[in-house]
């Protein structure tokens, strides 16, 4: 939640090119409210209303951020917006995941054909709803050379298993936390948001005790399909676990060993035959917590930037490729990875422009 990745991108060749792109910063009174929302605060109807207003005119502006030239603009077919994740619940009573962003604003704005909710019909056919990032991964990282994971470190911290052979289904699912208790940590502790090269995490120690006790949390042990959330592993589920006071440096280095051997344990696990992790989202840019996935894993790990897409640019052009998919009538979950029912068509579509009644 530390703002808005935003992409032009360029789908028609065998490899994403990438135009242009931008790191939209959130404004600090939306960001406030909606941390709040997604730690569980309670909203009006009208508040509500108001946030999902907001957080669609940010997507607007980032958007417009990489448009180019208003004469160049019809070289763009739609805008793929994920939303602002603030609710996921998918094993719920009935399953659920919130993203706002009002697609209509985004649409009206740019003028440009909006997909948007791209989770929901996953979770209506009984999937996880997530990770959707695997299909993509699929398509530009898969190789017929060796057995890859890809690992998206982002809020959340999720897991694709390429296999040398393109008969072998892909699958993956999510680890746990990723940057989110990272940033939600450094950011009470020292006002910024997020742990500016690890510098917090490096002036701490790790607590075996409270990540013995972390470590509990079921979803650990869960198996896949699953996916999980910012809401739930949050700031009062680290509080619960502080059964005593720790300086806030030996929190955020433990929180580090949670992140590293949550994903490493699973990678070990899941796919011992993985030859390469290729890492992208922010989390790679943290050097205490890439070096500790470094020497845990017995392959290299490497950054996704030397196999064709920059780590901080993958996500947002997965999204902006499930877009293409809908806009083709296509499939974007893949069900060996969510759990879904079948494949099934991602998003919805709010058409750009003023309405255009039928040819008679």
């Not at 917006?81 to 603030?86: D, F, K, L």
């Not at 490493?264 to 992208?280: E, G, K």
């Amino acid at each position: 939640m530390d703002g808005i990745d935003a992409v032009h991108v360029d789908l028609g060749g065998k490899q994403p090119a990438l135009l242009s792109t931008h790191h939209y910063p959130w404004p600090a009174h939306l960001h406030q409210r909606l941390h709040a929302a997604a730690q569980g605060a309670r909203l009006s109807a009208t508040e509500f209303a108001q946030l999902d207003a907001e957080t669609g005119d940010c997507f607007a502006q980032a958007a417009q951020s990489v448009i180019p030239a208003a004469g160049e603009i019809v070289s763009i077919r739609a805008i793929g917006s994920h939303g602002q994740t603030i609710a996921h619940a998918p094993d719920a009573a009935p399953g659920y995941s919130l993203q706002i962003g009002n697609p209509h604003r985004i649409a009206e704005q740019t003028g440009l054909t909006t997909i948007a909710d791209f989770r929901g019909r996953d979770i209506a056919a009984h999937g996880q709803g997530a990770p959707l990032v695997p299909a993509f991964h699929r398509a530009i990282f898969q190789t017929p050379d060796e057995d890859r994971t890809i690992l998206n470190i982002g809020g959340i911290a999720n897991l694709t298993w390429l296999a040398g052979t393109a008969a072998t289904p892909v699958t993956g699912f999510d680890t746990g936390p990723g940057n989110c208790l990272l940033d939600a940590w450094a950011q009470q502790h020292t006002g910024q948001p997020f742990d500016h090269q690890g510098q917090l995490a490096q002036a701490g120690t790790c607590q075996p005790d409270l990540l013995h006790r972390l470590l509990q949390d079921p979803y650990f042990a869960a198996p896949a399909p699953k996916s999980t959330g910012t809401d739930y592993f949050s700031l009062p589920w680290l509080t619960r676990h502080l059964s005593t006071t720790y300086q806030a440096a030996d929190v955020q280095a433990t929180l580090i060993a949670l992140t590293a051997l949550t994903i490493t344990t699973a990678i070990s696990r899941s796919y011992p035959s993985t030859q390469r992790v290729l890492v992208c989202g922010g989390g790679w840019h943290n050097p205490v917590l890439r070096q500790a996935l470094i020497d845990a894993l017995p392959c290299p790990v490497e950054s996704t930037a030397g196999y064709g897409l920059a780590p901080d640019w993958v996500e947002a052009t997965a999204f902006a490729w499930l877009a293409q998919q809908r806009l083709r009538g296509q499939a974007g979950n893949l069900p060996g990875v969510t759990g879904a029912h079948g494949p099934r068509m991602l998003g919805a579509i709010y058409a750009a422009g003023p309405y255009q009644p039928p040819v008679q």
